[in-house]
């Protein structure tokens, strides 16, 4: 968003036009982040399947290692289900314990697209 004046121009109209131009740049904020919020909310509930073998399945066809698929099952089980949020925040811990920086953005990365699966 842009806003633009002539030095020449009121400081009442100016003023109005900050005003508005906040307004607007705020309103779109929180769009945003309630969006945000909503897609975690549902990847929360969200199981990406019944039991390990389909979960297994779903982390392969979005091309997940099956090392790094049981690694983050494991962690998921602890939290009790299998949903989205708990095996993509599975995934972003396997994701810190790589050393080779490039491993460990890929894996990051499709920890992400499975938060695609909740929208």
Known sequence: MELTRK???????V????????????ARRDERRDGFVKVIE???RQQLGHDADEVL???SKHGISRQH???ALDIARQEGRFTIFSLVDALTRLAGRIVNIGERL??????????????
């Open 7 to 13: 030095h020449t121009a009121g400081v009442g109209n």
């Open 15 to 26: 003023l109005t036009d900050i005003r508005q131009t906040l307004d607007a740049l705020v």
């Open 42 to 44: 549902k990847a929360m």
């Open 57 to 59: 399945r779903q982390l």
């Open 69 to 71: 698929s049981k690694l």
């Open 106 to 119: 890929e894996l990051d990365a499709k920890a992400a697209q499975l938060l695609t699966l909740a929208l």
